[in-house]
């Protein structure tokens, strides 16, 4: 499977990062256990089960249109087969048409396979993931359990209102566990 994901600029991944270490040392699941040099704050856009050369070189003329403004809102949660605690992203109309650009490109490509439903235009909740596991319990959705400096970059009060951007792309490949820009690298 292979996933279009927008890379936040370094000063919003060191935020991200700030509260996943925040949620690890309250002994909860959180991502700054994720240990794969992959690892990275990002939102996905996309995803399909191939993406040949040429999709890859269309999707990379889309995302010129990076950087982009990124808006951090609140905490969510999402269950399933696993529980998701993720920080909200306001997504803006810039974002809003990137992502369906790279939705329609990625679904009109022969062979891609079938899109994942939950990430199609009406239906996407663009979030950055902060923690994930089976039958993880994170109190909440809101904040009131972090330590105050995440507490307040989680709820838009914080430093992480300041400028953001999206500034970068990349695809990332679950089988090969690898990962490759895609478009302008603006970080």
């Known amino acids: 499977m292979h996933s279009i994901e927008l890379l936040p600029d370094a000063a919003t991944e060191r935020a991200v990062r700030r509260v996943w270490r925040a949620v690890a040392d309250a002994g909860l699941p959180s991502l700054a256990d994720h240990g794969h040099p992959t690892n990275r704050p990002h939102l996905t856009l996309a995803t399909a089960d191939t993406l040949p050369a040429a999709t890859r070189t269309v999707l990379a003329q889309a995302l010129t249109a990076l950087?982009?403004?990124l808006?951090?809102?609140g905490l969510?949660?999402?269950?399933?087969r696993f529980e998701v605690l993720a920080w909200a992203?306001?997504?803006?109309?810039?974002?809003l048409a990137l992502h369906e650009e790279v939705w329609r490109i990625v679904r009109e490509t022969p062979g891609a396979g079938r899109p994942h439903p939950l990430l199609a235009p009406g239906r996407w909740v663009?979030?950055?993931?902060l923690g994930r596991g089976r039958g993880a319990v994170w109190p909440g959705p809101d904040s009131r359990w972090l330590?105050?400096?995440?507490?307040a970059s989680a709820s838009g009060n914080g430093s992480a209102t300041a400028?953001?951007?999206?500034?970068a792309a990349r695809r990332y490949d679950s089988t090969s566990r690898t990962t490759a820009r895609v478009g302008p690298d603006t970080a």
């Open 76 to 80: 969510l949660r999402f269950s399933g």
């Open 71 to 73: 808006h951090l809102g």
């Open 147 to 151: 330590p105050p400096s995440a507490s």
């Open 89 to 95: 992203v306001r997504p803006d109309d810039a974002l």
């Open 126 to 129: 663009p979030h950055i993931t």
């Open 67 to 69: 950087p982009l403004p």
């Open 163 to 167: 400028s953001r951007w999206w500034a």
